[in-house]
């Protein structure tokens, strides 16, 4: 009988960047010590860190079981979209406990802000891991911590990535917009040229908009230096630089760093990217410039305005807070990072493919009349608002004061959506605040149709005769062009569907309302951080729990002031209108900015200090009052005694009273 694999601990050096091979050995007893797998070799070189914190653990079966851990942590193979189960103590965990038990890790550390946060809901998950991070305080919790800061940073990486490639994809398309600009200028089709230049200046007039819409509440010095950044076209390059450092969200702001950048992003899709590839692809077919130089620039146009639709969809998916109050709607996008990228040409080729099917059939029905286009256009548009005037979901989510201005702003970012997406399948359109699920699908649907249909007009009216275009595209081109196309996207909707976990499918058809689904946050979510999501978004959005909103905020506020929560920042307290809070008393309280509250605290420090001066002052002139009420109480005593002895005791010496005189002070 062979004798039975036991672990016997290897020599653990110090935790500095040598340790290597040497940790996590495994001895048999026919067999030399050899590295346990490739794991402990990966960790030690590769992951900062957290090898030379599992060199802590005694090498037995713990080790082992961390290892397996580890390796599924930091190499996910599928996604959750809800948190694991798995009850099997520390002393039973397979690998494929432990493979279920790092999906929950890595769900975790995707829904919760904090890393240290999501290492303390992992511990009270998971009863193994309570057992582990008692056996090893501070040890286990170290490791986990390490883990989850590496996937972070990873994240964060790839995010910075995307990030400086689509300036520089967008840097390089305004660059091919002003070519495109002067070569119109110059071979005399200047209608095209002054079209590029009036959708550029509609581009800035809705960003500058948008400033002031976000930055409402700060000063007036704050709003025209976001807007020099506009009209100076750095606008772009200062939002990238806040998103790269994580910079702070301001208080009484409409949105975070991050969601102003995207969208910024949707505004330059809808007034700039969108028409002005329009007008490209209009010049090329009905006009005389061929050239290679104009292909390609409408090419750079497409990819941009794609890779921007796919980067909005991706970052708000992506975003922690979203997916705790929302994770039945956030969370498509997988934690592998192999998936992710997969998932994100996924979407590229949906977006890509729509935007140049769409814009193909739109320029070749305008050759024949663009009134044709813009009826067709004008007439989905207002389809689309009746169709929320219907479902009483007409106003948008960004809160305005004054119904009239309400009402504008709502037509305005609507019909900006419903562009966006009609041209570019915004698959975040598909949000209950934003399109719904069923219209999403209705429009994408309506796509292949309103195609093939503009490109049979365009055929027709080729055939009539009636026309001077210098190029004519034959039915083959035209059908085979828009169909392979449609069939890309087909394919990769199909990708895309087969990737997502299956619960997140039924969003592509739910019917419900962006009022409903702020209801449903506030009725169904358990915890204070995510109900009180709801007040970020328009008043007439929660109208119908307006009164249980206002209850549950006035009983709660004042516990979140004294026990002052993490979410509960300035940002959070900027989204409460001073309507909902009954207390004069305690609307000043929250509206006290955060360095007024350092002032306020260093003020009261101060004064306690002053007081307990005071008052050790007062208590040294007691402690004095009474040494001097003692002396004179001795005194008095003293005195007595000397008046007794002079009067029964005359025989008293000279000596006897010097000493007497002596002892009396």
């Not at 007893?29 to 402990?40: E, L, T, W």
């Not at 790092?102 to 550390?109: C, D, E, K, M, V």
């Not at 929320?388 to 007409?394: E, H, N, T, V, W």
């Not at 307290?573 to 007024?596: F, G, N, Q, Y």
Request: with cysteine; net charge neutral; hydrophobic share 40%.
């Amino acid at each position: 009988m062979p004798k039975s694999s036991q672990i016997s601990p290897a020599c653990i050096k110090e935790e500095d960047n040598r340790v290597r091979d040497e940790i996590l050995v495994l001895r048999t007893s026919d067999q030399p010590a050899r590295p346990c797998g490739h794991v402990a070799q990966q960790f030690t070189s590769n992951n900062g860190g957290i090898g030379r914190q599992l060199s802590r653990f005694p090498l037995k079966d713990d080790a082992t079981r961390i290892l397996n851990l580890m390796a599924a942590i930091m190499k996910p193979k599928t996604l959750a979209s809800t948190l694991p189960s798995c009850m099997t103590p520390s002393s039973s965990m397979t690998k494929a406990d432990c493979v279920d038990i790092a999906r929950g890790f890595n769900y975790l550390t995707k829904t919760t802000a904090e890393d240290g946060d999501a290492v303390g809901e992992f511990l009270k998950a998971y009863p193994a891991m309570q057992e582990l991070s008692e056996r090893y305080p501070g040890t286990f919790e170290d490791v986990l911590l390490l883990a989850s800061v590496r996937l972070a940073s990873d994240n964060k990486k790839y995010a910075l990535v995307r990030l400086l490639f689509g300036a520089l994809l967008s840097t390089f398309d305004s660059m091919t917009d002003i070519y495109m600009i002067f070569v119109f200028w110059r071979t005399g089709e200047k209608v095209y040229a002054y079209a590029t230049v009036g959708f550029i200046m509609l581009s800035l007039f809705l960003q500058v908009l948008f400033v002031v819409l976000q930055n409402r509440k700060q000063p007036k010095g704050k709003i025209i230096k976001e807007c020099l950044y506009v009209m100076s076209l750095t606008k772009p390059g200062v939002d990238a630089y806040r998103v790269a450092i994580n910079a702070e969200d301001v208080p009484g702001s409409i949105c975070s760093p991050r969601s102003e950048m995207m969208y910024f992003k949707g505004v330059e899709l809808f007034a700039e990217a969108i028409p002005g590839s329009l007008v490209q692809s209009y010049a090329f077919l009905a006009g005389s410039n061929q050239s290679s130089a104009a292909v390609f620039s409408l090419a750079v146009s497409v990819s941009v305005a794609a890779f921007t639709s796919t980067t909005i969809s991706f970052d708000i998916d992506m975003d922690r807070i979203k997916r705790g109050h929302s994770p039945n709607f956030y969370g498509y996008i997988p934690d592998a990072t192999s998936k992710r990228v997969k998932m994100f040409l996924y979407i590229f080729l949906l977006s890509a493919c729509q935007i140049s099917a769409k814009i193909i059939a739109c320029s070749l029905c305008a050759v024949e009349s663009s009134k044709i286009v813009l009826t067709y256009l004008g007439v989905d548009m207002l389809f689309f608002l009746v169709y929320k005037l219907l479902r009483r979901d007409y106003q948008y989510w960004i809160p305005t004061n004054g119904c009239v201005i309400s009402v504008v702003i709502s037509l305005l970012f609507r019909v900006i959506v419903k562009s966006i997406t009609d041209f570019t399948g915004l698959l975040h359109a598909r949000h209950p605040l934003e399109l719904g699920g069923t219209y999403w699908t209705f429009t994408l649907v309506s796509t292949p149709v309103v195609c093939f249909y503009f490109g049979f007009r365009y055929l027709s009216f080729v055939a009539s005769g009636d026309h001077d275009l210098v190029t004519v595209l034959k039915p083959s081109q035209v059908y085979g062009t828009i169909g392979s196309l449609l069939l890309v996207q087909l394919i990769s909707l199909g990708y895309f569907l087969k990737t997502i976990d299956r619960k997140f499918i039924k969003t592509f058809t739910s019917t419900e309302t962006g009022n409903q689904y702020c209801e449903n946050i506030f009725l169904k979510s358990e915890e204070d951080e995510h109900r009180i999501y709801i007040l970020s978004k328009n008043r007439h959005k929660w109208r119908r729990v307006e009164s249980q909103v206002i209850d549950w905020l006035n009983n709660m506020i004042l516990v979140w002031q004294e026990e002052q929560p993490e979410w509960y920042n300035d940002q959070v307290r900027a989204t409460i209108p001073d309507w909902c809070v009954r207390d004069k008393e305690t609307l000043h309280m929250i509206r006290v900015s955060r360095e007024e509250r350092a002032t306020i605290a260093a003020r009261e420090i101060a004064k306690n200090r002053r007081r307990s001066v005071v008052a050790e002052i007062l208590q040294e002139c007691r402690l004095e009052m009474e040494v001097v009420e003692t002396e004179v109480e001795v005194r008095e005593a003293v005195s007595d005694s000397s008046s007794s002895d002079g009067k029964w005791g005359n025989s008293s010496s000279g000596e006897g009273e010097a000493t007497m005189t002596f002892q009396s002070p």
